[in-house]
């Protein structure tokens, strides 16, 4: 292995280099060509530019002959010509010479005085020209070029070049001028062919542009190169940026002789090295080709050698894969030889069978000695594999449990098939194993789950029949503690008839409190957070209980928390006192016939924060409530795990386990705790703490006392009340104990009819009780159309069933005052007297 990988990274490194060479000499190539064409360039424009110098050097001297010669003829006559000698004098001097197209004589004073020709222009002043200023002041001016301008002469762009003419006596007398056409210049050098892309530039020696070829020359935009004069004295091509293109170029720039003159020729450097270009191209697409082969030989030569190196490796692979593939798919495999009775098992299907790698299992008789199937299993295994090998089935798959040395029993999921021979009698048998005991788990807890889904289903279909059953019974209390109520006060005091009906009205208020239990029960789950008075409804609790106490145990009872409210729901807080009060029985009735089951209620205030068993404590007023049994105690075990889910003592069939959690889970809800006490021969005591709410009255309180311990009920004055119910017998019911108050009650059994009779005469009504559950138009609804009518009409709503949801709609429809069925007289005598004292005056 060692070796291969050395001769991989040799091949590879001489690849590499042999890239490199390929790169490095295309570069060279690439480098020393550009160099070539550079050279060339520059020769071809240096020459080129050298030659048209030369060129432009000899017309401006032919042009300095013909100034000279006139100068001094002119200046030697001083000016004494006749007329007409000057002209023709003027113009014999320009033949021969067609780069000067006007030679004008301009007087010291500087007007134009005489012309080689006629101009068909008017001869005029030129003092103000520059070249005049300067021939004028200086006798050493020379030969003076001018800028290119338009000529006055002729109206055209030029160059105006002048000598100064000087008198005998040596005083300035005038100057000779020539106007060399920037025309005539373009001409000369259009002939010249510069190549694509180049360029010639004729500039003074300041860089002032004059001709430029090809292309018109527009004196009148003035263009300057003064970077030329620079070039001009270096004397090599330079590179540089043409301001008119924005283009690199290469410039040769030469002087005209000693003349005031810069020739440049520029070519486009793109375009000069053009040929490197294409030859670059080239080169370059070699270069990759030769790269390409290169690696394709590389690749060719590594896959040879890789080829080389599976063939060699291709036994133990094939040996690691077949070990690889029991380890990942973690199975155990094993192979019996049936015809031999020998037999091989991987480690992992002995670890899967509890069989140490220490022993050995040679044969299918040491298989079945150490490996130790469940009694339930091994016949039904031992069925499966003879059915195989006897070949009534294609393949055999099992389920088994084994034990293991630490005694648990395992889940395993076995499947095998056989190789046969000719005459289908079986030569060996392959099987693979898995533990499959986490997946029989799981579908253990689903059954479970399942089982308990279903006990939830019934339990909500209990509590919607139970609502249903408590609804109707709650109506048909209504009527019976009605009707009793009136026969009570009218039955003599002290007689066996009061007694009797006193009897009959105590056991309706048990009823009538058991029907408010049901119906919490059918309620949902959603907590209705309200102040609640713990010593009420502990009372409520204890009268519920006590009743069904068995004989020898009772209640020992002291409550001194006196109108202390906690923030809850009333149900649920009712729950957790019933469930630690049965516990507490539960827990005596196991051990003897006789106990106590202690409940204390106080309010403590603490200083500091507190540790209990079950939460923690701030600093604050709480309401403690203990509820204590003369039973055995309970263990350090139990006490431990005493509030967890589905943990119980009981036997099975007796509990779920979950009384105790529930009562946990709501405790530490409302921001509470729990403590417990217990062992050591003392009686387990639970305490419960739960926080006071500071300021504000709390409701469940008892229920209403006895009729006849009631005071004075409020009495009504005539007053026509509406009465809304589809009950027939608590229609009546209201109606009799409204007019016993002094009302003048009129009732309807639908919302409709009661809607009617109201739009037919709205100011005979002075208040409305309505029932919620209405067929068609339930009570809250009705209250919503009536007061829309008749906004100040005070109206209260009953129902069986009073939660959030409706105490939220009666508010919405405007509703004074919501009742709990089954109405009392002292109540409805109240709430009456409470929504019309709003509506009248004291």
């Known amino acids: 292995m060692k070796s291969a990988d050395r001769l991989r990274r040799r091949i590879v490194a001489a690849g590499v280099l042999l890239i490199a060479a390929c790169i490095g000499s295309a570069g060279y190539d690439g480098w020393r060509l550009h160099q070539q064409i550079m050279l060339a360039n520059e020769r071809e424009l240096g020459n080129l530019a050298k030659a048209l110098a030369e060129q432009s050097l000899r017309s401006m001297q032919a042009v300095d002959v013909v100034l000279r010669d006139t100068a001094s003829w002119y200046g030697a006559a001083s000016g004494d010509f006749g007329p007409g000698e000057v002209s023709p004098g003027l113009a014999s001097r320009t033949v021969g010479v067609p780069q000067v197209s006007v030679l004008t004589v301009v007087d010291a004073h500087g007007m134009q005085r005489h012309r080689s020709r006629d101009t068909s222009g008017p001869l005029s002043d030129v003092s103000d020209r520059p070249y005049f200023t300067a021939q004028r002041d200086s006798r050493d001016t020379g030969l003076f070029i001018s800028e290119p301008m338009t ?41 010249i062919q510069l190549g694509d892309r180049s360029s010639l530039l ?92 290169v690696v394709l030989t590389i690749v060719g030569l590594l896959r040879q050698l890789r080829r080389q190196e599976r063939g060699e490796l ?10 690889m593939a029991m380890e990942a798919a973690n199975e155990g495999h094993a192979e019996w030889n049936v015809a031999e009775d020998s037999v091989f098992v991987s480690d992992k299907w002995r670890a899967l069978h509890g069989v140490d790698t220490s022993v050995p299992l040679g044969t299918s008789a040491d298989v079945l000695r150490h490996v130790h199937l469940h009694p339930e299993d091994a016949p039904h295994a031992k069925a499966a ?25 395992r889940w395993i999921h076995a499947r095998g098939r056989c190789v046969r021979d000719d005459a289908g009698a079986a030569l060996r048998l392959f099987g693979a194993a898995t533990d499959v005991s986490d997946r029989k788990l799981a579908e253990a807890d689903k059954t479970r789950l399942e089982a308990r889904l279903q006990q939830t289903q019934r339990l909500e279909a209990l509590g919607t029949l139970s609502g249903g059953i408590a609804h109707d019974f709650n109506n048909i209390l209504g009527a019976i503690l009605g009707f009793g109520e009136m026969a ?50 502990v009372e409520e609790v204890i009268s519920m209980l006590v009743p069904t106490l068995p004989p020898g145990l009772r209640v020992d009872a002291r409550l001194q928390s006196g109108g202390a409210a906690v923030v809850g729901d009333g149900t649920q807080l009712y729950q957790v006192v019933m469930n630690l009060c049965t516990n507490a029985v539960q827990a005596m009735g196991k051990v003897s016939d006789e106990g106590v089951v202690s409940l204390r209620l106080d309010r403590v205030d603490i200083a500091e924060k507190r540790a209990l068993l079950h939460g923690d404590i701030a600093a604050g007023s709480y309401v403690r409530l203990d509820v204590g049994d003369t039973g055995p105690g309970i263990s350090p075990e139990v006490l431990q795990r005493m509030f967890d889910p589905f943990f119980t003592t009981k036997k099975v069939g ?47 309180g008892p229920e209403q006392a006895p009729l006849d311990t009631v005071p004075g009920c409020p009495r009504g004055n005539g007053e026509v009340v509406m009465i809304v119910d589809d009950e027939q017998p608590l229609l009546e019911l209201a109606e009799e104990l409204l007019a016993s108050l002094g009302y003048e009650p009129v009732g309807f059994g639908t919302s409709e009819r009661a809607l009617a ?52 709609r009666a508010r919405d429809a405007g509703v004074a005052e919501v009742l709990h069925k089954p109405l009392g007289l002292q109540e409805l005598a109240e709430c009456l007297a409470r929504i019309l004292a709003v509506r009248r005056p004291d």
Do not use: C
């Open 202 to 293: 004729l500039t003074l020696s300041d860089g002032t542009l004059v001709v430029r070829q090809p292309g018109p020359t527009d004196p009148a935009r003035k263009l300057s190169f003064p970077e030329l004069a620079a070039l001009k004295e270096g004397g090599k091509v330079a590179r540089a940026v043409n301001p008119m293109d924005g283009r690199a170029k290469l410039i040769a720039a030469v002087g005209v002789g000693k003349r005031p003159l810069i020739l440049a020729v520029m070519r486009d450097e793109e375009e000069a090295l053009r040929p490197w270009y294409d030859e670059m191209w080239s080169s370059g697409i070699r270069t990759v080709l030769l790269i390409l082969l």
């Open 314 to 323: 291709a036994l133990r692979q094939s040996e690691e894969r077949y070990a």
């Open 757 to 808: 009779a109201f739009e037919a005469d709205p100011r005979r009504f002075d208040a409305v009780l309505t029932d919620e559950m209405l067929p068609g138009m339930p009570g809250s609804e009705l209250a919503r159309l009536l007061r829309s009518k008749r906004p100040e009409l005070p109206v209260a709503l009953v129902s069986g069933n009073v939660n959030v949801a409706l105490e939220q």
């Open 151 to 191: 000529t006055r002469t002729e109206g055209m762009p030029g160059l105006v070049v002048s000598r100064r003419i000087d008198g005998p006596n040596g005083a300035f007398a005038g100057v000779v001028t020539a106007i060399v056409t920037l025309q005539h210049l373009e001409g000369m050098y259009s002939a």
């Open 654 to 700: 007796e509990g779920t386990g979950l009384g105790l959690s529930v009562v946990h889970g709501i405790v530490a809800d409302i921001g509470g705790a729990i403590d417990v006490a217990t062992g050591n021969g003392r009686p387990t005591v639970v305490s419960v703490w739960l926080p006071v709410l500071q300021g504000q009255a709390a409701e469940g």
């Open 385 to 409: 594999i003879d059915d195989h090998l006897a070949g009534h089935t294609h393949a055999v798959e099992l389920e088994y449990r084994v034990r293991h040395a630490d005694g648990d029993w």
């Open 488 to 537: 009570q006060q009218q039955a003599e005091p002290g007689s066996a008839m009061r007694r009797h009906i006193d009897r009959v009205m105590q056991a309706g208020a048990r009823a009538r409190l058991l029907v408010r239990r049901i119906l919490d029960f059918s309620r949902s789950g959603i907590a209705e957070r309200v102040p609640v008075n713990m010593q009420a409804l």
